[in-house]
């Protein structure tokens, strides 16, 4: 039996009540959410940044008190996030009959403040309806950190703990992505971070590259380095020589460089990692790095198991001598 892992998700809670506040943020800790705010004038700019959501909890009456203030925002919502799923909280009616039928639409789930667990096999279905297990999450972190390292000299890589994400965002402007393919997974990892914060590193001899002129092509081929570096060891750690089984099918990728989009043609949440890179010396900006798992052709956690280490590996690799 597969080990599930823990992952949480950040949501953003669109709420003007106090009293119905303090009890979603019960539940988001009973149901490994991470509840986050922003003041009204202030929600469609953080919707079009780069923070990580998986949904958003929005109050009928938010902003303004009049009946349907919950319902007009949520169009402008899903204008620019259509991905994320919305949980409307009503004050009277506990689903969305009484919305028309566009307007219902716009929600995955209708609830009153006193109901709210109902939400419970809700946030399971979207949120967290992928099982990732407990090695494969534990053993990227440790990969991709050992990568980074390798990459980087005199830096500090701290991670955070790995979450799950449904929106479609990318962030900063340099991206990489890569596709994995095994018997038990079928997709992509994407490995996303900001240009000058790289630029800085190099220049400052954080890493191998030496050059008197930083160009673009110096930062490409640092990341480029680090995403051959995780996909190799991914493979070999969690991908068996096995024969692929079936026939490979494609899905369209999409991507809008001017709304910072990119679409794998499914519904399905993604796994996200942060990174942080920080000069052991205290000086300079920090580099933050995003790297998200796509499993949009396949994914069977049931087949999943990390490969042992051959005896002859061990022997190569100097870990074991004869006696």
Not at 76 to 105: G, K, Q, T, Y
Not at 201 to 227: C, P
Not at 252 to 257: A, E, K, L
Request: glycine share 6%; net charge negative; charged share 25%.
């Amino acid at each position: 039996m597969v080990e599930k892992a823990e992952l949480v998700s950040k949501v953003l809670v669109l709420e003007d009540s106090q009293d119905a506040a303090a009890r979603i943020k019960a539940f988001c800790d009973e149901n490994n959410l991470v509840g986050v705010k922003a003041q009204a004038e202030n929600v469609m700019g953080v919707l079009k940044s780069n923070v990580d959501l998986g949904a958003i909890f929005l109050s009928e009456d938010y902003g303004g008190g009049t009946a349907d203030g919950g319902v007009s925002l949520a169009r402008e919502i899903h204008e620019v996030r259509p991905e994320l799923p919305i949980f409307l909280r009503r004050e009277v009616a506990d689903d969305l009959d009484s919305l028309n039928e566009s307007d219902r639409s716009l929600f995955s789930q209708g609830y009153s403040i006193g109901n709210i667990d109902r939400l419970g096999p809700v946030i399971n279905e979207t949120i967290f309806s992928l099982v990732y297990p407990n090695a494969l999450v534990r053993g990227i972190t440790e990969i991709t950190k050992a990568a980074l390292e390798s990459q980087f000299k005199d830096v500090e890589v701290g991670s955070e703990a790995p979450y799950i994400v449904r929106d479609r965002i990318i962030y900063g402007e340099l991206f990489t992505l890569i596709p994995l393919e095994s018997n038990w997974c079928r997709g992509y990892m994407m490995l996303q971070t900001e240009e000058q914060p790289l630029v800085k590193f190099v220049e400052s001899d954080k890493t191998h590259i030496t050059t008197d002129y930083v160009n673009f092509r110096d930062i490409n081929h640092v990341l480029g380095e680090v995403t051959n570096l995780v996909w190799g060891s991914f493979k070999n750690r969690f991908i068996s020589y096995e024969p692929l089984e079936g026939r490979s099918s494609q899905v369209p990728i999409m991507v809008n460089h001017l709304h910072r989009y990119i679409s794998f043609g499914s519904e399905d949440p993604q796994l996200c990692f942060k990174y942080t890179l920080s000069d052991k010396s205290g000086n300079g900006p920090n580099l933050v790095l995003y790297q998200r798992f796509v499993f949009n052709l396949s994914w069977s956690p049931d087949k999943f198991k990390e490969n042992e280490a051959l005896v002859e590996d061990l022997f190569d690799s100097g870990e074991l001598e004869l006696f």
